[in-house]
């Protein structure tokens, strides 16, 4: 099946292109640089671009120093501001550009954002340095010394000042603010209250010089920016073609959303450097929405706002592709293996923690738990020895019950019986089939019929047993299901579903098997290790049904409800961004690209929205269980749902979406 342009065209889906550029540059040299603006923005526009920034000063470069107060250079200056405005309409590319404008007999040090052939605004600097390495205050007036609020300039009229905000009327949400270099470095930056006016997309023209251990702290200071702000920022630096003579540029410009990086160039290089990556603009406004305090801020001053249109190209299916560092299959689990484990090790601990927080409040020195051999069970295992031995307690206070029963396999089963010997704990087993086909006989079921009755007994009598087990040892039952089930609606009712303390109530099944290789490695050795190897190796399975010919396991959940992997990047992106069915299936494409094809996906994607809205009833009695990560699903806490709200919504987009690429 085909994927229709329109369907995922990046636009559509609150994506806005844009590109970070340190262009080659000869000081004072304005017609050289004019050229050298123009050609970015001709490779801008080849790689689908829509929004270029450029440097500080860039048309005649920072670093002309007493060659500012030529009037020469100030008018060619303003030409070439024009020719770059022709430049971008041609190329269909919006462009911020620095240059130095003499305005009532001072000079400012301004940043031009030019769109469809024409000049939309120029926004002066509001804070200049004045510093050993470079006496801005010599050449320019800082912005809140204008009286003016528009100039003349090529014959039209330019709104001029530092309120300037500019919306664009066709792509929702997304709003520039422009400051300037040392703006971002005082104490109050007008970022900030160009963010709680509205804008999401903040700019920064550049010529932050290079020393020793200031590109990391550069870095640094614009990612804390962009997440203070809930923003995307783009910040282009001005690069080694400025004067050496007391200081050095190095081309830093980089792309930064909501705290992390999308897109950096390489610094310290003559050529153009260009760094691009696609802005989730619909993501900002979302995240702002659901932030109270951003929410509930009022920005310090009224604004302007210029209303415009962005540039909406029409790109060849390989520009569409998505330009994200973070668009990875598995968004719960970091890509880098450094990063993961450190990940895995802080989950782990806020796990025990809460666990050992239950325990001390209670008293509880003994705990019960479904030990099956499989994924949820081990980690839940390995969580309450940690919590065990943060406390002290005695491990055979842990007491794990095994219950096989109709599909219990040999590898499962013996897997939990290695584990509890490595482990030093405490462990019993309790079948359960004649306990089972005695409430089949009580309730008048045909054991034959393998339905969802023959298998939600057996989960039941489980959890029966551990719950009555607790109470004979004057202990709770700590539950072992994960995130994925809760969101699925994979749990039993009043079964797998419940328990005195869910310690994996926040994690997703995509990063349960992570956090058990983790320890497998890094935690434990030896035989624990190779056990807990094998249970990542195991087929995922409620073992609830029949096994086959030679013990093979003839159910599998993911074969019934589809691959944790989709579920779990729905999930993500439903939940903690509420993007909608259109946008889910359409990075999904882009991600899954090669492993599944865009009818599995959406077949998927059906049965997730399916299974959520049809299990929040189980959510609304989930018991406590500690939050993790970004997504929580607590009634409680993070999700607030009635357990009978209609999919009908986002079924009816699905429809569509198959409609539209049959």
Request: aromatic residues 8%; contains cysteine.
């Amino acid at each position: 099946m085909r994927v229709s342009q329109d369907i995922i065209s990046l636009d559509a889906l609150g994506f806005l292109r844009a590109a970070v550029v340190a262009p080659e540059l000869q000081v004072a040299n304005v017609q050289y640089n004019t050229q050298a603006i123009g050609a970015a923005l001709k490779d801008a526009a080849a790689r689908g671009c829509q929004l270029a920034v450029f440097p500080e000063l860039s048309i005649t470069g920072y670093t002309c120093a007493d060659l500012f107060y030529q009037a020469a250079l100030q008018q060619q200056a303003r030409e070439a501001l024009l020719t770059i405005a022709r430049v971008s309409g041609e190329t269909k590319v919006a462009a911020v550009v620095g240059l130095p404008l003499e305005i009532g007999g001072k000079l400012y040090n301004c940043a031009a954002y030019v769109n469809d052939g024409a000049v939309l605004g120029i926004v002066p600097k509001t804070y200049l340095p004045n510093t050993n390495e470079y006496y801005e205050e010599r050449w320019f007036t800082p912005a809140k010394s204008s009286p003016v609020t528009a100039i003349q300039l090529g014959g039209n009229t330019i709104p001029f000042g530092t309120d300037l905000l500019f919306a664009a009327s066709n792509f929702p949400g997304c709003v520039l603010g422009i400051e300037i270099c040392e703006d971002l470095w005082a104490v109050q930056p007008p970022s900030g209250d160009q963010a709680l006016a509205g804008a999401t997309v903040l700019i920064n023209p550049s010529a932050s010089d290079e020393v020793l251990g200031k590109a990391p702290y550069r870095l640094s200071l614009v990612q804390q920016q962009s997440a203070r702000c809930l923003a995307a920022y783009l910040y282009a630096g001005a690069g080694p073609g400025e004067s050496t003579t007391d200081v050095i540029f190095s081309g830093h410009a980089f792309i930064s959303e909501n705290g992390k990086m999308l897109a950096e160039t390489e610094r310290f290089h003559f050529s153009t450097q260009m760094a691009v990556a696609d802005i989730d603009v619909q993501r900002m406004t979302h995240e702002r929405l659901r932030n109270s305090s951003f929410s509930a801020a009022l920005p310090g001053r009224s604004y302007r706002t210029i209303q415009f249109e962005m540039p909406i190209p029409t790109r060849s299916a390989e520009q569409n592709a998505l330009i994200r560092p973070d668009l990875t299959p598995t968004p719960f689990v970091p890509a880098d293996p450094a990063r993961r484990a450190q990940h895995c090790q802080e989950i782990f601990h806020l796990q025990s923690v809460g666990l050992a927080k239950r325990l001390k409040h209670t008293g509880v020195t003994h705990i019960t738990l479904g030990l099956s051999g499989g994924l949820d069970s081990t980690l839940g295992l390995l969580v309450t020895q940690q919590a065990f031995e943060m406390l002290s307690l005695p491990l055979d206070g842990i007491v794990a019950i095994t219950m096989p029963g109709f599909g219990t396999s040999k590898r499962t089963r013996t897997n939990a019986e290695l584990l509890a010997q490595a482990l030093g704990i405490t462990l019993k087993e309790i079948p359960i089939s004649e306990a089972v086909l005695q409430h089949f006989k009580d309730i008048g079921h045909d054991s034959n019929t393998h339905d969802i009755t023959y298998e939600n007994a057996q989960a039941r009598e489980r959890t029966q047993i551990l719950m009555d087990v607790a109470n004979q040892i004057g202990g709770f039952m700590v539950g072992t299901g994960d995130l994925s089930e809760l969101a699925l609606g994979w749990c039993t009712y009043n079964a797998d579903h419940m328990s005195m303390y869910h310690v994996n109530a926040g994690v997703p099944k995509t990063l349960v098997r992570y956090l058990i290789e983790w320890s497998a490695e890094s935690v434990y050795s030896g035989p624990t290790s190779a056990v807990l190897q094998d249970i990542c190796a195991t087929p995922i399975s409620p073992e609830l049904l029949p096994l086959g010919e030679n013990e093979a396991i003839l159910q599998e959940t993911e074969v019934t409800i589809g691959p944790y992997v989709l579920h779990d990047f729905f999930l993500f992106y439903a939940v903690r961004h509420s993007f909608a069915p259109r946008k889910i299936y359409a990075l999904a494409c882009q991600v899954f690209q090669g492993h599944h094809t865009p009818s599995e996906l959406l077949r998927w994607l059906r049965v997730f929205y399916q299974r959520f809205f049809g299990a929040q009833f189980k959510r609304s009695a989930m018991p406590d269980g500690p939050k993790v990560g970004s997504v929580a699903l607590s009634p409680r806490g993070d999700w607030r749902m009635p357990s009978d709200a209609s999919s009908a919504l986002w079924l009816q987009e699905l429809d569509e979406l198959e409609k539209r690429n049959r």
